[in-house]
């Protein structure tokens, strides 16, 4: 036997739920217990294309997800495999007879390939592109004959025939009888869905729908209402099978229903006036309101006594069997007096899916003392009164869903003896209080006050902060340690000069360390200042975009060479040199050079100038030339503008010599100049960055006017203090960094026995944090786990991109959704930069350089040139580069693959090359897997994670030779090492987890041992000895 929803939507549908896509349908499907699902919205292209990508062929007329779409959430049964039946849902609206018809119907196809040709007759008509239930206006009869003129395995079923408003028989808009509306072509017409509001003895009093079948669906608009009603079919899988059921009876062995008093449309009333009617007593108001005097809402009671011609008791003889059921939620709520759609209950709901099977299982078959054993005394009730029948119901009217009673509170006390249902979730129930309300008369409507939820932090700013940002100085200086509001800060500040003290936006410019900051900061702005107009006239970005902006200001034509060009014109340089350097170090030599960075061997005059013609004969610039040029133009009127009037740095500690100079440069002219960083978080020296650049500001400014933030709103206690005594090893002055927040948990010092051993930690320590990614691993982290963690509230840091690699692996094998962030080696392959040069010379065809490239890794690119221009100026990048990578026969190769997650971040190819070419590590991403949640692990560098945050923070490889990295040929800087491991340390907020080697790093030393718990990786219980705060 199996269960049946053909009448679904997909997410392409108006009103419905994101989540309204294959993989969920599926995902739900297995946790309701439903065998054969409708695709729904068959009539939109994009989601046929979804559909092909993501289904497979089964039996005749049936598909299957493809396994790698499938969802793994711990919860529903991983063995079953849902079938899909390619379905769809089409609105005529339409004159017929003088009057306005408004019908829903219902089709079922043998394929995709017969919704091609039906879309396409179908578009024609009218618009079929904008909604996955497109609305035509087109008679009822007519679409049934282009159905069946195409494809006469086709199927149309008059949709949820008694729904007011939309239906075959509805009482505003529809027809009353199957005749007026299908004329000739009525014969074709032989099964009835009779919706949430009717069920089949409402329908067995029209003796005129004797012949018709009648079957159930659920209309589902997100994937948790699968299966609200539903079709209990014994046949084969098969499509042919499937329609023969429905059409003739033959296999059709009856019907999952709501309670009809449930569907929204059951009875006569006005939702607005709260007004609840049987059909007699709309007869008494005369159809109008008594409270408004507006037309009633005639429901489907009402419309089916109208059209009736047997009593109401009539038992049709050849009836199907069918069932009345309450979605498992409801009964749980009804059971207990909780909210259905509460957390509690969505708790119980997963915890009793997790132990004793789909949803439709547990109503109909599972026994009562295993329901018990799983969800209690009351639930129990609950289902065995459901099964029998014994439940009290509150109509729903004028698209109100009714409400049903199955056990009262004084009985929930009685069958519980006062033991509340949710002793077992470690979580007190709160019951409504009782109350009956009157069945038919206006319903007064009770008043929901909300509560205050638990109390945010305090939005305000702290005396230190003030301070920073009311400052009028010349020059100030704010110094503020991690988690100290030094963003908000610095947005405080900006509004605070537009707001109270009148600056124009367009005489502040704003600097940050990465484009993602800019961008956060011009959306904090916007939202502050009242909208974007008013942060469109400021100046915001990086260094080398401000610079790239003022060079164009200028007229001058700036081609920024990327990484493969730079290498290009430094192997040519040093093949007219005959030098046997490396190109990679070479360009390192000549950024060096220009950066003023001490350097073990010192780069030539003649190397430099080499260097620097050829770039002159390709038109090309580097990224410290960018900032060269502006700098060697400070007297030029570009730079005498009033947009430096008031400028601002964050991330001072990161900026290098040239930066440095710019900023004064910059300056020189202004009013005010306010800088923002912390000492302590300078971990770019081998870009120049210096941690003495505030005290070089200093003695360029002797009034520089200093403020330190010193209250810490990220971390707790532990996380500060234990981050505290290792930056402490580092020379300076005494450091005052003080935890706003309660005390939380230890640092967890992890001992792994290798890279693989601490991976797989890793993976199963975020299975656990996350509640589990199977059924098994639910049961078991049920109760070890204190608040179930999102995926996105978790970063994993390293010290270097290798190590990632056995991580992703084995969060992927644990079905863990993963974004990696940053550079990675596959940038460098030669498909891969021929691939990003061939675009980069479409969109700026003086990039000759970009040609060469492009040309050497595709030699017949250029056959290819006019088609993706045009490309280019309507598909997404990740569109753009999934023709390319099957134009050259590159689907299935790896570095493409990893490039094409990459552009999943970007709008379109010149923002995405952009990004790729000015971002700094934290701008690049890119997606570990199939993006089917927003919600992902993150993984990245350390120097990647400066300026963010998680919850969660695991920092793997803390070990000897990698933090502080060093090697024989790499001596470590152990101070800037120290700072680095200090920012990774910081970004935590409630939970730190160091993973270390028996060689463990030295900076571990400094860890107080009263705030760190040890432990070793692949033991079942962790070796943990927690102190509290308390006990010290």
């Not at 100079?661 to 960055?689: A, H, M, T």
């Not at 923002?911 to 199939?930: C, H, P, V, W, Y």
């Amino acid at each position: 036997m199996y269960i049946a929803d053909l009448h679904i939507h997909s997410r392409y549908s108006r009103a419905t739920s994101k989540e309204c896509d294959p993989e969920h349908l599926d995902l739900w499907a297995r946790k309701k217990g439903i065998h054969i699902v409708g695709t729904g919205d068959f009539t939109h292209q994009a989601w046929r294309d979804e559909l092909r990508e993501k289904l497979e062929p089964a039996e005749e007329g049936l598909y299957i997800l493809k396994e790698e779409f499938r969802i793994k959430d711990g919860i529903a049964p991983d063995s079953q495999s849902p079938r899909f039946v390619v379905t769809g849902e089409i609105s005529s609206i339409y004159k017929k007879n003088g009057k306005t018809r408004k019908v829903h119907n219902l089709i079922l196809l043998p394929g995709l390939e017969t919704a091609d040709k039906i879309s396409a007759k179908l578009e024609t008509i009218g618009n079929i592109h904008s909604d996955g239930r497109p609305i035509l206006g087109l008679d009822s009869r007519d679409l049934l004959e282009i159905l069946l003129d195409i494809s006469p395995n086709a199927v149309l079923v008059p949709a949820h025939i008694w729904t007011p408003h939309f239906s075959l028989f509805g009482a505003f808009s529809g027809f009353d009888t199957i005749e007026e509306c299908f004329e000739d072509l009525t014969p074709h017409i032989h099964a009835l869905e009779t919706g949430l509001s009717s069920d089949p003895p409402m329908n067995w009093r029209l003796s005129a729908l004797d012949s018709f079948q009648l079957i159930s669906n659920s209309d589902a608009h997100s994937p948790a209402k699968l299966g609200r009603e539903a079709n209990l079919m014994d046949i084969e899988l098969s499509y042919p099978e499937l329609t023969k059921a429905i059409q003739t009876g033959q296999g059709l062995y009856g019907t999952i229903e709501f309670f009809p008093e449930e569907g929204k449309y059951h009875f006569d009333g006005h939702r607005k006036c709260g007004l609840v009617l049987t059909p007699s007593e709309t007869k008494e108001y005369g159809g109008i309101c008594p409270v408004c005097g507006k037309k009633i809402t005639i429901g489907v009671q009402h419309r089916v006594e109208q059209l009736a011609d047997r009593p109401e008791d009539y038992l049709r003889p050849d009836a199907k069997p069918f069932e009345s059921l309450v979605p498992l939620p409801e009964v749980i709520a009804a059971s207990t007096g909780m909210s259905a759609g509460g957390k509690k209950v969505n708790a119980q709901f997963e915890k009793m899916l997790s132990e004793l099977g789909p949803e439709f299982s547990i109503l109909r078959e599972v026994p009562f003392e295993d329901i018990r054993h799983s969800a209690g005394a009351c639930v129990e009730e609950g289902i065995r009164r459901l099964r029998r029948g014994e439940v009290r119901r509150d109509p729903g009217y004028d698209g109100e869903y009714g409400k049903i009673h199955l056990i009262e509170k004084d009985e929930m006390d009685i069958i519980n003896g006062q033991m509340t249902l949710f002793d077992s979730l470690g979580i007190a129930a709160a019951a409504e209080p009782g109350k009956k309300k009157k069945k038919i008369r206006p319903v007064k409507k009770e008043t929901v006050m909300e509560t205050d939820g638990p109390k945010g932090k305090d939005t305000g700013i702290n005396k230190e902060q003030q301070e920073a940002v009311t400052a009028e100085n010349r020059a100030v200086a704010v110094i503020a340690g991690p988690g100290t509001g030094k963003t908000k800060t610095l947005v405080d500040k900006i509004a605070y000069l537009v707001k109270e003290r009148n600056v124009s936006p367009s005489q502040v410019t704003a600097v940050t360390f990465t484009n993602q900051a800019a961008a956060e900061m011009r959306e904090r702005l916007a939202k502050r200042l009242g909208g974007k107009r008013a942060v469109k006239d400021m100046t915001i970005g990086t260094f080398h975009s401000i610079c790239l902006q003022l060079l164009k200001q200028q007229g001058e034509d700036i081609i920024l060479a990327d990484e493969a060009e730079l290498l290009e014109t430094a192997k040519e340089a040093l093949n007219r040199l005959d030098s046997d350097k490396k190109p990679k170090d070479f360009l390192k030599q000549i950024s060096n050079f220009k950066n003023n960075v001490p350097m073990e061997e010192r780069l030539t005059n003649d190397e430099a100038d080499c260097f620097q013609e050829i770039m002159s004969e390709m038109g090309l610039t580097d990224f410290d030339d960018l900032l060269l040029r502006v700098l060697s133009q400070a007297e030029s009127p570009v730079l005498q503008t009033s947009q430096f009037s008031y400028l601002l740095v964050d991330e001072f500690q990161d900026i290098n010599d040239i930066q440095f100079r710019l900023v004064l440069s910059w300056n020189q002219n202004g009013k005010e100049l306010f800088v923002i960083g912390d000492p302590d978080q300078s971990i770019y020296g081998f870009r120049g960055s210096d941690s003495r650049c505030f005290a070089r500001l200093k003695e360029e400014i002797p009034d520089l006017y200093e403020i330190y933030l010193k209250k810490n709103y990220r971390s707790t206690p532990e996380i500060v203090e234990s981050a505290l005594q290792v930056i402490s090893r580092n020379p300076g002055n005494k450091r005052c960094l003080s935890a706003v927040r309660e005390p939380g948990k230890p640092v967890r010092l992890v001992t792994a026995s290798n890279d693989w051993s601490e991976a797989i930690f890793i993976a199963k320590e975020i299975n656990r944090l996350t509640g589990g990614m199977d059924m098994m691993d639910a049961q078991n982290y049920a109760l070890k786990t204190e608040h179930p963690r999102g995926f996105g509230e978790i970063a994993v840091l390293y010290r270097t991109h290798h190590q990632a690699r056995a991580i992703e692996k084995c969060l992927r094998q644990e079905s863990i959704p993963c974004v990696i962030t940053g550079q990675d080696s596959f940038l460098e392959e030669e498909k891969v930069k021929g691939t990003t040069s061939f675009f980069r010379f479409l969109l700026d065809e003086k990039d000759t350089k970009a040609l060469q490239i492009a040309l050497n890794a595709f030699p017949d690119c250029g056959t290819l040139e006019k088609e993706f221009k045009q490309l280019l100026k309507k598909e997404s990048p990740g569109e753009v580069l999934k023709l390319w990578m099957e134009k050259n026969g590159l689907l299935d190769d790896e570095s493409l693959l990893s490039l094409y997650k990459m552009t999943l971040f970007h709008k379109d190819m010149a923002s995405f090359l952009s990004n790729l070419l000015l971002g700094t590590e934290g701008d690049i991403k890119r997606s570990g897997e199939k993006e089917y949640t927003s919600d992902a692990v993150t993984l990245m560098t350390l120097h990647g994670s400066k300026g963010l945050e998680f919850p969660v923070v695991f920092i793997a490889g803390t070990k000897q030779g990698s933090i502080p990295l060093e090697s024989p040929a790499h001596h470590a800087d152990k101070e800037e090492e120290r700072r680095l491991f200090y920012v990774g340390m910081t970004r935590a907020k409630e939970e730190l987890i160091l993973l270390t080697r028996k060689e463990s790093s030295e900076f571990l030393a400094d860890l107080p041992q009263k705030y760190t718990a040890k432990e070793t990786a692949g033991k079942k219980e962790p070796e943990i000895t927690q102190l509290s705060l308390f006990d010290l």
